[in-house]
């Protein structure tokens, strides 16, 4: 009941209105106005910081309430009676006239009083009345107002996250249900959110309202009830290559030099290495530690001679690895400046630049729109190939041997492709650039010793170092220095000291450790396929990748270079026909070493045991990826390794009969069966594609494709590193090796898994439209591929 008393109108025994002022009152404090009305509607789907507004933070609240005053002031409220909604509705008016301030689909406003009023939580506010099932009133577009983010926050994660991760899952045991108020009753009356999906994206979407500062908001239901496949889709487009977008600035550098991975009293600071030929690099971060002295930032140049003693010396005080740069004249001042330019991290946990993940990454951003993302890595890889004479492992300093599977000529031509090809003299500039430093690098690195089998003319994983891998999980290498620590009579700790000073000599560990750098090369850091013999195998994962560079290096000498290259660092010119015989040559090397026409797989070879191996592995499809087999060969590779590698979720890492069993004294590894990778997926369905087997790539896609929806759908949102390919319920659980894969985000996941979004966005090309509606509806494969009529089964292969 409203009554007017003593110039105040009571609204509520918390809510009142100040006749004098015609503000709206919650005990003696002018109520927070919100900043949007339901006429505001626009896209649902709006990015949250147009759909919530912008970040403020707490001491904003106060400036919104002054303005409030303002407001109340200039608004004329006739009635005396006055009501609740009568002031919302004026508030809303006098808001949509001024036309400063900052229009958001949400309401903003601190009702951090309520949070601190005795009375109010003692009395929580529950006035809604009867379900809101007046749809059409919402003319399809239902939306909530949620009256107080935080209490319903809680409420929400109290009732429904009963195994308190703060995480929505189908794990959890709450009713499924919640009542919201609706925003065409202001709340008044309510709607059942019901089901795991949509009470997980409301937590979701509570989570990034409050993260944006709001206390109120009106929410869409159609944000919440989001068709998945297209809700992921949009997520990974608009929000998760923001979240994995670096750029360098004097302000951010101390946050991404300081190092998670190392737990030493020497990487305590943040720090950078610069090329000891790039003072203006060097002088761009003294002046970042400068202007701030807290942080600490160490700034240090690296010697002309990267050697592996060098790089082993500094492990314990490691370092980020400077990238390439833009200068920039001010035009006002004349003077020049330094900008980064950006790139993306494979995920949330990283801040460094990855070798064959950017290339992943580089596919999906390209078809998301992030073009300067994607150009900006080619150019941070010439860069470290002109300086660090590789393409790095990652841009840390523990990484400076060792680099990741060769992707840069198809990564730099798909960018050309992108910003304009041949139309463009800025990009056939930029294709030139790239190509040269592709073809130093695969003169220098993977045509080099100890990379490059003279024997055989193929090329293997095999990088200088020296030490144990300063950057895996502590206890990684437990298993192997134990035996050790025991001769020594030391602790594992102690005796890595001894090892790494080299107070030890144990040729074994050389040995171990000589292979457990190249598998980390290799990227598939780790699997039973490299364990003791990485270095030593010509793989076909990485020759095909080499093949193709020479495929890609002679069609751009012979397009964009008359046909002839001169090469100013070795003083050799050489036309496209030379680097179609290498390529040749290679692909006979191939066929000769590691086809298995039998078996229908190329295997690795080992150039020192002079043997063909016969480990099954997704890697064989590289071959079609690069177009080196021939069509018979791709016709048995179809035919005999795909059903070893293909289940549930699509293209395993390895057999499992290769793989072997699984015991406490031989756990998982990670880049083995059952488990499966995003990079793997992406060359596959490419390479299918090449040969003409696009129904068989569709029907993987699909496989994956749904994993990954599944995932989303029944895990609160997340796109996780790499999947168990043949668990149903759960393919997120992963329990190999690196405990860190993405699974336990908090509230909401804001950054996905980069190689992993890049294949859902990839993938979706393949799909029609009957695909991507059962994949919404997270239809299982095999019931989908089952009730296809039967001129459909063709496109899947079947
Ligand atoms: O720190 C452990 C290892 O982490 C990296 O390997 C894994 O993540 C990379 C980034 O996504 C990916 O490129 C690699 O394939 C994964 O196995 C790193 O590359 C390793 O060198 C490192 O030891
Ligand atoms: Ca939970």
Not at 102 to 129: C, D, L, V
Not at 392 to 412: E, G, I, K, V
Request: some cysteine; overall charge negative.
């Amino acid at each position: 009941m409203t009554k007017s008393e003593n110039k105040i109108t009571i609204i509520s025994p918390l809510e009142t209105v100040d006749n004098n002022t015609n503000k709206y009152m919650i005990g003696n404090r002018p109520k927070p106005r919100r900043l949007s009305s339901l006429k505001d509607f626009k896209d649902p789907f709006m990015n949250p910081d147009k759909y919530y507004g912008p970040k403020t933070n707490p001491e904003d609240d106060d400036l919104e309430l002054h303005s409030d005053d303002e407001l109340a002031r200039q608004s004329t409220i006739k009635s005396k009676k006055y009501t609740k909604l009568d002031h919302i509705d004026d508030i809303k008016k006098s808001l949509k006239n001024k036309k400063t301030r900052t229009r958001t689909m949400s309401a903003i406003g601190g009702i951090s009083f309520y949070k601190k009023n005795e009375e109010f939580n003692q009395h929580p506010i529950r006035r809604r009345g009867s379900e809101d099932d007046v749809l059409l009133s919402g003319k399809g577009n239902r939306r909530f107002f949620i009256e107080d983010v935080n209490s319903t926050l809680k409420e929400l994660l109290l009732t429904e996250d009963t195994d308190s991760n703060y995480q929505i899952t189908i794990e959890d045991k709450g009713p499924k249900v919640l009542r919201i108020g609706t925003a065409n009753s202001d709340g008044y009356k309510y709607i059942n959110v019901r089901g795991t999906y949509m009470l997980s994206n409301l937590l979701q979407e509570l989570t990034i309202a409050k993260s944006f500062g709001r206390h109120q908001i009106f929410l869409d239901e159609a944000r919440i009830n989001e068709n998945p496949v297209s809700r992921l889709t949009r997520l990974i487009s608009t929000q998760f290559w923001d979240s994995l977008t670096r750029k360098v600035d004097l302000n951010n550098i101390a946050t991404l030099a300081k190092d998670t991975k190392i737990d030493a009293p020497g990487a305590k600071n943040p720090r950078i290495y610069v090329p000891y030929n790039c003072p203006e690099q060097f002088e761009f971060y003294v002046q970042a530690s400068q202007m701030n002295p807290s942080w600490k930032l160490e700034v240090e140049y690296l010697p002309k001679d990267i050697t592996p003693e060098y790089v082993q010396s500094i492990n314990g005080t490691p370092g980020l690895l400077a990238l390439a740069m833009e200068e920039h004249i001010d035009p006002s001042t004349g003077e020049k400046a330094l900008i980064g330019i950006p790139y993306a991290v494979p995920g949330g946990r990283f801040n460094e630049l990855y070798g064959w993940d950017s290339y992943m990454m580089t596919l999906g951003l390209l078809e998301s729109g992030k073009v300067d993302v994607a150009k900006g890595m080619v150019e941070h890889f010439i860069f470290e190939i002109e300086h660090y004479g590789k393409i790095l492992n990652a841009n840390r300093s523990y990484y400076l041997c060792r680099s990741q599977p060769p992707f840069l000529t198809d990564m730099a031509l798909v960018v050309f492709n992108k910003i304009g090809g041949d139309q463009n003299p800025d990009a056939i500039d930029f294709l030139r650039r790239a190509m040269k430093a592709a073809i130093k690098e695969y003169k220098t690195v993977w045509m080099a010793e100890p990379r490059l089998d003279p024997e055989t003319g193929l090329s293997c994983y095999h990088p200088d170092g020296k030490g144990i891998p300063p950057e895996t999980e502590s206890e990684h290498f437990d298993t192997i220095l134990a035996p050790y620590a025991m001769k020594y009579k030391v602790s594992i700790e102690e005796l890595k000291t001894l090892y790494n000073e080299e107070k030890v000599n144990e040729p074994a560990l050389d040995d171990f450790f000589l292979h457990d750098r190249a598998v980390r090369e290799s990227g598939h850091d780790t699997t039973y396929r490299f364990e003791g013999v990485c270095a030593y195998l010509a793989t076909a994962d990485l020759n095909s990748l080499l093949y193709k560079y020479e495929n890609d290096i002679a069609d751009f000498i012979s397009t964009y270079c008359d046909d002839k290259f001169y090469d100013d660092r070795d003083d050799t010119i050489t036309d496209s026909k030379h680097w179609r015989n290498l390529a040749e040559l290679r692909k006979s090397r191939i066929t000769k070493y590691m086809w298995d026409e039998e078996k229908g797989f190329f295997f690795d070879y080992n150039v020192k045991f002079k043997e063909r191996t016969s480990y099954e592995s997704a890697t064989s499809f590289w071959t079609l990826w690069a177009g080196l087999a021939t069509q018979e060969q791709a016709q048995i590779l179809v035919k005999k390794a795909l059903p070893k590698l293909e289940v549930l979720g699509g293209l395993v890492a390895c057999s499992e009969e290769s793989r072997g069993p699984i015991s406490v004294n031989r756990p998982p590894r990670q880049w083995d069966y059952p488990f499966g990778w995003a990079p793997h997926q992406i060359l596959a369905w490419k390479g299918l594609e090449n040969y003409g087997f696009t129904c068989i790539a569709n029907r993987l896609v699909y496989r994956w494709c749904y994993i990954m929806t599944k995932a989303f759908v029944d895990f609160n949102g997340i796109v996780v590193e790499k999947y168990d390919l043949t668990r149903a319920t759960d393919p997120h659980k992963v329990d190999a090796e690196y405990g860190n894969q993405g699974a336990d985000v908090k509230g909401v996941a804001r950054e996905g898994f980069g190689w992993v979004n890049a294949s859902y966005i990839l993938g979706l090309k393949y799909m029609n439209n009957h695909a991507r509606r059962a994949l919404g509806s997270c239809i299982p494969p095999i019931p989908f591929l089952n009730s296809l009529r039967t001129e459909e089964k063709s496109l899947y292969g079947l």
